[in-house]
């Protein structure tokens, strides 16, 4: 059982026990809706109740006092839950940038058959409807930056790191047509030929990833895309990398700087993106600036 399943049956005991009807939200209703956050996952349940005679957190509750009135809350499986967009904004506003764009891109997702569990437009109308307060401009720079093609947490860091570190942002998921069919990549740079691929552990020991396969067969899949990959006319190189690469940063900077990716930026000398605040915030508000202009621009 993965770390999600663990804290989804934590809160799934603890609704056994509760008295009386509870609204579950943030990483207890991620869990229940099986959206994958980066890093491991409370030991609490989070609650939403109201500010006034919330009561406070004990135990393996954490009770959250903000209010049921503007929040857009539903009924899953016999609980009373946060919608996956109103858990996705009430993530972005309390976790850092880049943990709030992995819940986003995994509720987003369709990897692996299954359904998106929302959509940008309903994301924005939450933001739209969020009262103001704290982390309501991250939360916009979060929704603005999600992408459901990405398909597991280490995608997104990677996708993240890169941009963050001056290189061109990649195109996710980009098909190519080689003898077999069609394969994937998940970054392709075009100008410069360049694939990337994020070799977690997901990929050979996740049944999800599997489908079925064992870890050695899907390793021999994946050198054979590779090979075909390669053989296509627009392709220059493959590269791979593991989540391990990301921390610290300046591995994988080198990496592709390596493969021939220029950046703006220099070599970094923090290790990971949390230890980047600074940056991370101008880059947010920069995400937070585009995207309301280009709303602005459609509407």
Known sequence: ???L??????????AERAEGQQVYSHLAAAALWGIRIRGAWPSVVDVLVEPAGGGRSSGRVRRRALGLDDREIVELDGLLVTSPAQTIVD??????FVDGVVAADSALG???GRASLTSKELLWARLDAASRGRGLGRARAV?????GRAESPPETESRLAAVL???PRPELQREFETPSGRRRADLWWEHYGIAGECDGRAKYLD???LRGREPADVFRAEKSRDRELMAHPLVRSVLHWDPADLRPLARFYDILRGAGLPSSLPRPTWATLAEAPAMLHASSRRLARHT???RASHS
């Open 207 to 209: 049944p999800a990833y």
């Open 143 to 147: 929704v603005a930056e999600a992408d």
């Open 5 to 14: 399943a663990q804290h989804r049956e934590l809160v799934l005991r603890t």
């Open 165 to 167: 570190l001056g290189f």
């Open 110 to 112: 369709t990897s692996f």
């Open 1 to 3: 059982m993965d770390r």
């Open 292 to 294: 309301s202009a280009s």
């Open 91 to 96: 993530l972005a506003r309390i976790l850092p």
